[in-house]
């Protein structure tokens, strides 16, 4: 099983509101990635885990506050975010997070805010 | 700094014909990987094939072929025998060979059409 899931797939929410994202893998991959894409554009990275401990921060706005609450599963906490912030925000896994590693990606969570 | 290059922002093929796509990346690095990666529209990201710098065959999955030149840092994709199913955004990516994490540096894609 080489899957990533994500949840939800479409989110709408107001500047002033508190979502999550979800994002769930079960291939024992201990390296768990955020990106944001924008329309027609590579996707960027935003954090990277690391055996669930945080070890990379694009420097990402606070109002993004991820969390790794064990191996299989991420978060991505949203709070006051602005309409810029509107994106497919992916998420990907590998097996430990060095060399050439394949990621594996999910299918996305298509944010608009408003 | 790592950049990725793709010079062709849109590409179309016919059907059954064969198309290549061109990706040219710079670094000072002399191990690293290479990547493309292929996102058809609102489906998710996968990886189509992938090249480590010290091995000079090029690889190759299926209808899927490279033409890694390491001199010249090019790394060209070739679809043979195109199907509708090709029709993506397709990706090249580059990566530094850490034994810890390193960033995956993207090209800015090249949108691909295949024509019935």
């Known amino acids: 099983d080489t899957e990533v899931t994500q949840t939800p797939k479409h989110l709408v929410m107001g500047m002033t509101n508190k979502k999550s994202l979800k994002c769930e893998q079960h291939m024992g991959h201990r390296a768990m990635y955020w990106y944001k894409q924008k329309a027609k554009k590579p996707p960027e990275l935003m954090f990277v885990?690391?055996?669930?401990?945080?070890?990379i921060n694009e420097s990402v706005p606070s109002r993004f506050s991820p969390e790794c609450p064990n191996s299989s599963l991420l978060n991505l906490h949203l709070h006051a975010l602005q309409p810029e912030d509107s994106a497919l925000y992916l998420c990907?896994?590998?097996?430990?997070?060095?060399?050439?590693?394949?990621?594996?990606f999910g299918p996305g969570t298509r944010l608009l805010v408003l | 700094a790592q950049t990725v290059t793709q010079s062709q922002p849109e590409m179309s093929v016919q059907e059954a014909e064969t198309v290549t796509l061109s990706c040219t990346y710079d670094t000072s690095e002399s191990d690293y990987y290479l990547f493309w990666y292929k996102q058809p529209p609102s489906r998710q990201m996968i990886l189509v094939i992938r090249?480590?710098?010290?091995?000079?065959q090029n690889a190759t999955e299926n209808r899927f072929s490279v033409n890694f030149q390491k001199a010249a840092k090019s790394f060209s994709l070739k679809i043979s025998d195109s199907q509708l199913g090709d029709a993506a955004m397709y990706f090249c990516a580059y990566r530094r060979r850490k034994t810890s994490y390193d960033k995956v540096i993207f090209g800015p894609g090249t949108s691909l059409s295949v024509i019935p």
């Open positions: 090249q480590e710098a010290y091995k000079q």
């Open positions: 990907a896994s590998s097996r430990s997070g060095g060399k050439g590693e394949t990621q594996y």
């Open positions: 885990y690391s055996y669930e401990k945080l070890s």
